[in-house]
């Protein structure tokens, strides 16, 4: 008899379960021409990792975009339109990823999917957007994966590809530290494998006496910064987050151990890197906080310089985080999500008065959008993928500082070529203009 | 052969750090038979609170002080108020309920502090030791770091040998019932050994925080590993905690260094299997007699 | 008290078979009608409760009943996701072929490991399966892997649309929801007639009293072995219907905190309760996306709404177990019987 209550009862608190948890379904957007639009809002979605071990500086991008998103809203929003952003936690899971994206689609009834953050977690939603045509804008990572028109056309990058960036860094060692030995220290995965294919374009073999890889999530790289230090090579490019860029910095400073470093975008932010090493400085010899340890580190950017407080959009930036999101530090990845933010407005702008899922696509692949960026995008019906490039640089008392001009190149063999139109100014109420 | 320095004095040190939390969790199990999944949760919250204090102007000691202090603070309230209901109940119980604590404490922490890595000072100087022209992977803090540990097995073995509290202790975790006609306060035993692992634990969080930066899941491959060692040394067995941490650590040096850091975690599941296969106990762990 | 009115046993009371088949009849209508009734989100859902139940059923049994603790499930269920995902790409068998292989499969690992397993007890063998939960999904990083394996980012797993027959705008996500739910019964009711039978009585035998036993007869070490080897292939249909129902296996979706979850919906639910197991996967699976929708609409800072679900995951773990010993399923069946007793009492 009780096993037959046993399951009779499963049953039944199942359904009973089952049935408050759709209840609680939020319903959908009434849309007028599309999911997500009404007369007066546009909703978009992203999944971000905002707890887990990939939270760390990621968690602040959705954030900075939304308060971006509130500042043009509050003069108006563009066409008449608020925009919200719901952005949900995946915690890095794929199977998380998946969840919340078919939620944002499905229960939500998003425009689209802006910005979502990571190669593996993303990378396994991208044949569902598609399937179901929901564009998928910006995916926030540098894998080349994201530029396959063809196959996946509703899906966009938006940052540099890992591959080009390492190729720009790779030319630039073989210009500025000609002969130098090298060695790589690089995250055991995409990025780091990509960026290394990059450097390896320009970069002649024979010079590089060691590579490393790390694991993200296990913190003891003894191993293989000991391998590289004793290795003693002149140059060490690192392609490694901002973690890890710290804490080769200090293990390199136990043994002794002074290359120029050559970090890429991805984990060189000043602030960040320079408050990871902050207690350490004193260390070191020097009197001042963190900065003295970034000092001299060699890296790229594809948007301006938080220091350059003569750029208007910096100063744009500033004011919208001064006054939306003031508890976050104000660098890279709050530079990162407003930029990302006001590419979206201006593609939506361009999609007109009544914006469809299919006019955001038109409008991204007509191409010529400027903006932020320091370099054009590669936006077109034949190449889905975002900037061209990056421009190299120093860390010079704890901010960016250009070198040269911006290049520009590909993820395959072609050249890397100089960019030298202006960047145009933000527009005065951060609005894109029409 | 410098290499094998190297990854010797490397092994040394993460080893150390591993033998704090094996022996943190072997003095909770030696106290009530519970294996403490919050325990990197604990001394996650602990080093946040040593941050704070630094991060106010205090010193590194007071820091240092406040954590050990919290920890043990920490470590009683949690058995008193969440571990006493489910002391006598199946295993499995204990190890839902320290789960679900663990994911409350992260949560917690990310609630207060956010996940942005935290710095956190070292001790002593990280720039290693000379030796002829080369420096060693090994720095007056890491010393530190292994005299600590050291240090803290050495009181804890004269606490439980020498004085009339570990005396107690040890016999309200041996023989319960005869303790309490015996007149020991049982139950104050249990809170105090739980108090003790914890502030052991605190310490043990202070020293991994220079290498790690402290942010919420900063700890959880600590845990990990310090399980992994705990059992390997024997989960009752304080000393094997030591050598169990200290070998687990070269052990994976090792592998990291020779073989490749993506396979560090297998690596320390097959030393494990190894070890339990010849050893089911652990190393040091005492074979219990059954009654039949 | 009433004198007890002896009825002759009516016939599911004779026939354990029968009685479960019968839920099983009911279990599937009702699953059916439940299905069509959600949308297609919740559906992903209840296809997510489904693979998760029949994990935690099979631990249920493994640590309820035979009495052995393990925390490494999440790394069998990664065995049966990467064999679905990899049969899938690499022959063109059915997705029914495909799922018995990759159980199979599972099972067999689970041999290997149950093996080692039977030598330890307690908490030898939660931190031998510990490291197992951490180590074995590492695997797909492995460089020499790298290639069959998919590395990080894992392998896509593409899932075929429901077949014509349904309609073209049936939802995919039903029909995945179907798959598993019928996956569901079959193992509970398979389970449940182990548990009544004699390979049952002997793990109950097995976790009270090794010696006794042994004295009576039964092998120890096979009958460990036997039940790590079931729960394992339980695992790996769990497994296998992730990896088709979320078209992935990668090493990101089987964290350590997989097989802690396994385990929670199995002590949660009620250990060595099958129907546990279902409640249990229930509160695993939704309690997140509750309290995540729930931090959503309350418009909190940044920090406090990502990390509230973690918070009241958390509370509700320690609260039920503390408040509900012997979990949820015993505490229904508490308030259960004292209904039936009230209701007997009032129709006299």
């Known amino acids: 008899m009780v096993a037959y209550t046993r399951l009779c009862v499963a049953t039944a608190v199942t359904a009973a379960v089952a049935l408050t948890a759709s209840a609680c379904s939020s319903g959908g957007s009434k849309g007028s021409s599309a999911p997500g639009v009404t007369s007066t809002t546009v909703t978009i979605g992203s999944t971000q990792p905002l707890t887990g071990p990939a939270a760390p500086g990621y968690s602040e991008i959705a954030p900075a975009a939304q308060a971006y998103f509130n500042f043009v809203n509050d003069s108006g929003g563009v066409n008449g339109r608020k925009i919200t952003l719901k952005y949900l936690d995946d915690a890095y899971n794929p199977t998380q990823t998946l969840t919340l994206t078919k939620q944002l689609v499905l229960q939500d009834k998003v425009f689209a999917i802006v910005g979502a953050l990571g190669t593996p977690t993303h990378t396994k939603v991208v044949d569902y957007l598609n399937q179901q045509r929901v564009p998928d804008l910006f995916v926030a990572s540098g894998c080349s994966c994201w530029d396959q028109p063809k196959q996946h056309p509703y899906t966009f990058g938006w940052q540099p590809d890992y591959v080009v960036e390492g190729k720009i860094l790779g030319d630039y060692i073989t210009k500025n530290f000609a002969g130098k030995k090298v060695a790589y220290f690089y995250q055991d995965d995409d990025f780091g494998r990509d960026g290394m294919k990059g450097l390896d374009t320009y970069i002649d073999k024979s010079l590089v006496v060691s590579r490393q890889p790390y694991q993200p999530g296990n913190t003891d790289v003894a191993a293989q910064v000991s391998a590289i230090a004793r290795a003693k090579p002149d140059v060490v490019v690192l392609e490694t987050i901002p973690a890890y860029t710290a804490l080769f910095k200090l293990t390199a400073l136990k043994l002794g151990f002074n290359p120029t470093m050559v970090v890429s975008n991805v984990g060189s932010d000043p602030i960040t890197v320079s408050g990871l090493l902050e207690n350490f400085a004193k260390q070191a010899g020097a009197s001042v906080k963190g900065d003295q340890l970034i000092e001299g580190l060699v890296t790229d950017a594809y948007l301006p310089s938080l220091g350059d407080t003569s750029n208007s959009w910096i100063t744009t930036f500033k004011k919208v985080h001064d006054k939306y999101v003031p508890k976050l530090p104000f660098d890279g990845n709050v530079v990162y999500g407003m930029a990302y933010a006001y590419t979206f407005l201006q593609v939506l702008r361009e999609a007109g008065k009544n914006p469809t899922r299919q006019k955001v696509i038109d409008a991204l692949e007509k191409g010529g959008l400027t903006g932020p960026g320091l370099v054009p995008y590669r936006y077109s019906s034949s190449s889905h993928a975002g900037f061209t490039g990056v421009q190299v640089g120093t860390i010079k008392s704890g901010v960016f500082v250009p070198a040269g001009s911006p290049m520009t190149t590909d993820d395959g063999t072609g050249p890397i070529t100089p960019y030298t139109n202006q960047q145009p100014a933000a527009p005065a109420d951060g609005v894109p203009a029409g | ?292 | ?348």
């Open chain 2, 1 to 292: 052969m410098l290499r094998f320095l190297d990854l010797t004095l490397a092994g040394l040190t993460s080893g150390a750090v591993y033998a704090a939390i094996a022996l943190a969790l072997v003095l909770i199990w030696r106290s009530t038979r519970i294996v403490n999944f919050a325990q990197g949760g604990m001394l996650m919250i602990t080093t946040f609170i040593a941050y704070t204090v630094i991060s106010h102007g205090g010193s590194y000691w007071l820091a240092l002080v406040v954590a050990v202090l919290s920890g043990f603070v920490l470590g009683g309230v949690v058995e008193r108020v969440l571990i006493r209901p489910v002391e006598k109940r199946p295993p499995l119980d204990a190890v839902v309920v320290t789960f679900g604590l663990l994911v409350l404490l992260q949560g917690l922490a990310g609630m207060i502090f956010g996940g942005t890595p935290r710095s956190y000072p070292p001790a002593f100087s990280i720039i290693g030791f000379r030796a002829g022209d080369h420096r060693l992977l090994f720095a007056p803090n890491d010393l530190w770091v292994v005299l600590v540990v050291c240090g803290v097995m050495v009181l804890l073995a004269v606490v439980f040998r020498w004085t009339s509290l570990g005396l107690r202790m040890r016999a309200s975790a041996f023989a319960p019932e005869v303790s309490r006609l015996l007149g020991v306060r049982v139950g104050r035993m249990l809170t105090v050994g739980w108090a003790l692992a914890a502030a052991v634990g605190a310490l043990a969080g202070v020293l991994i925080a220079p290498s790690t930066f402290v942010s919420p899941t900063a700890f959880d491959a600590f845990l990990v590993f310090g399980f992994t060692a705990a059992v390997i040394g024997g989960l009752d067995s304080p000393p094997g905690a030591l050598v169990g941490g200290v070998g687990l650590g070269l052990a994976l040096s090792y592998v990291s260094g020779y073989i490749g850091s993506d396979v560090v975690a297998l690596g320390a599941l097959v030393v494990l299997i190894a070890v339990l296969m010849v050893r089911p106990r652990g190393l040091f762990g005492s074979p219990v007699g059954r009654r039949v």
């Open chain 3, 1 to 348: 008290m009433t004198a007890l009115a002896v009825r002759a046993p009516v016939v599911w009371q004779r026939s354990t078979l029968l009685r479960h088949l019968i839920w099983a009849i009911l279990g599937g209508v009702g699953f059916y009608l439940l299905s069509v009734w959600l949308s297609p989100f919740r559906d992903l859902q209840l296809a997510q409760i489904s693979y998760t139940a029949i994990a935690a059923a099979g631990l249920t049994v493994l640590s309820g009943l035979s009495g052995q603790i393990s925390l490494g499930h999440g790394a069998l269920m990664a065995v049966g996701a990467y064999s679905t995902a990899l049969l899938l790409e690499h022959q063109h068998w059915k997705l029914g072929v495909v799922l018995i292989v990759a159980t199979a499969i599972t099972a067999g690992v689970g041999v290997l490991v149950g093996a080692a397993a039977a030598r330890l007890r307690g908490p030898y063998l939660a931190g031998a399966t510990l490291a197992l939960a951490v180590g074995l999904p590492s695997l797909a990083n492995y460089h020499r892997l790298r290639e069959t394996l998919g590395g990080e980012n894992g392998l896509t797993v593409v899932s075929g649309p429901p077949p014509l027959s349904l309609g073209e705008t049936f939802p995919v996500e039903r029909w995945q929801a179907w798959i598993c739910g019928l996956c569901l019964i079959i193992t509970l009711f398979v389970l449940a007639n182990l548990v009544r039978s004699r390979v049952g009585r002997d793990m109950r035998l097995v976790r009270e009293d090794e010696d006794a036993a042994a004295l009576s007869g039964v092998h120890v070490a096979r009958v460990q072995v036997l039940t790590f080897t079931i729960s394992a292939a339980c695992a790996g249909l769990g497994g296998g219907l992730l990896a088709y129902v979320n078209s992935l296996a990668a090493p990101g979706a089987f964290p350590l905190s997989l097989s802690l979850s396994l385990l929670t919906a199995a002590v949660l639910g009620g250990l060595g309760s099958l129907a546990g197991a279902v409640y249990g996967s229930v509160i695993v699976t939704l309690l997140p996306t509750w309290s995540s929708d729930i931090a959503q609409s309350a418009h909190l800072s940044r920090n406090v709404y990502a990390n509230l679900p973690l918070v009241v995951y958390g509370v509700v773990l320690i609260g039920v177990i503390v408040l509900f010993p012997g979990g949820l399923q015993a505490g229904v069946l508490r308030v259960w019987r004292a209904v039936r007793v009230t209701i007997r009492g009032r129709l006299r």
